[in-house]
């Protein structure tokens, strides 16, 4: 699975880090397939709670969407809190909100191990129209009344705090959310999880979960791994082990860029906020910490990416902030956010085996959350395991080869009546 898209910014300022080798017949209480966020909390946790673990990781630590996100670390899931509320009516709105935006699991992870990955604080959500920015007042104002929960209403006059951009109509800065170098913190997270026992094997693709008669089974390229319980965290590409999973989201393709580092970066965004716009297609950029532009913007329905992925992005970049427009960037990279039919992440369990996926766009901060849910649940206490397992999911229509091409017209739509404003 060599892969053309994983050129980053990230790649090229990694932590450097190796697994063991393992090979034959082995033996564990949890087997975890994907050495990304969600299979690498799931691992650690589990082993603190004193089960035996192996992680077994197709490529590298963080080669999926761990490795090469935004970065955007933003309090929530896909859905704003008065929109769960007024679906899935008051108690379980304070669970979800409980769970999802006052707990911060990657800062904890980040403080317990000290992680090294240019964590900062402090998210901007802006508004692209001004009817976006009423929406955005009435939710802000619904969260400090219901939850107590603080952020800043910022008037279009007071955005140059925050943006050097003349785009946006007001926006609302959370101060909760924040941003961070996210293939340095899964690294973290490996070496923090191999230090609690758990053994991660790279380069080891899993082919298969059956059942035996000792447990469950998990066949890799070198090995065949018992196990009581199969954690299955492999995202975007679930359904390659598990066809029916599959069935429950898409790959949609996204893109980023660096600049260079800029010598003005700091105007650009003076409170070193991450920052991310209302629209459907949306814009999303931050600033590394060595001050470059790191902007994700444009997705792509076509699983095949763009020749020059710089030039693909650069003129959502330059609309943004016209004084870059021509700066230089060194890197352009792309991955897949696996998307769910409802845009909530699809997370449960079938026997033995867990499984959270699906996370569609929202899961930086999320999956490290959800990785220790399942390590809840399988020590016994599964109460706040279901709070995220009873979001409803349903499959995609379409079947094997309808699916993609079926969401990729919805999608679509959506994308046009954003640009028709
Ligand atoms: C370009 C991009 C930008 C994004 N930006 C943001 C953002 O700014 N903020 C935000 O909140 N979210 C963002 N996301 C989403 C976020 O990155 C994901 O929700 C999150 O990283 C999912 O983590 P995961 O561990 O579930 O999956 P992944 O990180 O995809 O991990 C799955 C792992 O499983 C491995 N694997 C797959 N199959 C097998 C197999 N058969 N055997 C062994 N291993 C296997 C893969 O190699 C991979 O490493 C973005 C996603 C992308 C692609």
């Known amino acids: 699975m060599s892969d053309p898209l994983n050129n980053s910014y990230y790649a090229a300022t990694a932590q450097k880090w190796q697994s063991g080798e393992f090979a034959g017949d082995l033996s564990f209480d949890v087997a ?20 035996s673990v192996i992680l077994i ?76 920015f009423g929406a955005m007042r009435r939710e802000a104002d619904y969260l400090a009344k219901r939850f107590g929960y603080e952020s800043d209403v ?15 109509h007001g926006g609302i800065y959370d101060p909760h959310g924040g941003h961070f170098h996210p293939l ?33 089974g998990v066949i890799t390229d070198c090995a065949h791994i018992t196990a009581r319980y199969v954690i299955d965290a492999s995202d975007s590409w679930i359904g390659q082990i598990e066809p029916d999973l599959g069935r429950y989201t898409v790959p949609i393709m996204n893109y980023n860029i660096a600049t260079v580092p800029l010598a003005g970066a700091d105007e650009l965004l003076p409170s070193d906020a991450a920052v991310a716009d209302s629209r459907f297609v949306l814009n999303y950029f931050r600033l590394s910490a060595d001050k470059r532009l790191i902007f994700g913007g444009g997705e792509r329905y076509s699983q095949t990416p763009p020749r020059d992925i710089a030039a693909f992005v650069r003129p959502f970049m330059a609309q943004v902030f ?12 792309g991955g897949a956010v696996a998307v769910t039919m409802n845009r909530l992440p699809h997370i449960g369990r079938r026997g033995n085996v867990f499984f959270a996926h699906g ?24 109460e706040r395991f279901d709070v995220l397992a009873n979001l409803p999911s349903r499959p995609f229509p379409g079947g094997k080869w309808l699916r993609q091409p079926l969401a990729t017209l919805g999608l679509l739509y959506y994308a046009l009546k954003d640009r028709l404003g």
């Not at 975890?32 to 089960?51: D, H, K, P, Y």
């Not at 016209?322 to 352009?332: E, H, K, L, N, V």
């Open 57 to 132: 990781e197709r490529e590298h630590i963080g080669f999926g969407a761990s490795g090469r996100n935004g970065g955007q670390l933003i309090p929530g899931l896909r859905w704003s809190a008065s929109e769960l509320e007024a679906e899935f009516g008051r108690d379980r709105a304070d669970a979800l909100f409980d769970l999802c935006w006052r707990g911060n699991r990657v800062a904890a992870r980040i403080a317990k191990h000290s992680i090294d990955c240019d964590l900062k604080s402090g998210h901007l959500e802006a508004a692209w129209t001004p009817k976006d």
């Open 154 to 168: 910022v008037a279009k006059a007071d955005m140059p705090n925050h943006i050097a951009s003349p785009l946006y």
């Open 184 to 216: 340095n913190y899964a690294i973290g997270l490996a070496q923090a999880a191999e230090a609690a026992g758990v053994c991660i094997w790279e380069d080891q693709r899993a082919y298969e979960v059956t059942d035996t008669a000792d447990g469950l």
């Open 359 to 382: 996370f569609s766009g929202h899961g930086a901060l999320v999956t490290t959350l959800a990785g220790e849910l399942i390590a809840e649940a399988m020590a016994g206490t599964a």
């Open 32 to 51: 975890v397939i994907g050495g990304g966020f969600t299979g690498l909390s799931a691992a650690l946790a589990c082993a603190e709670r004193g089960f």
């Open 322 to 333: 016209p004084q870059i427009a021509d700066a230089r960037i060194d890197y352009g990279w």
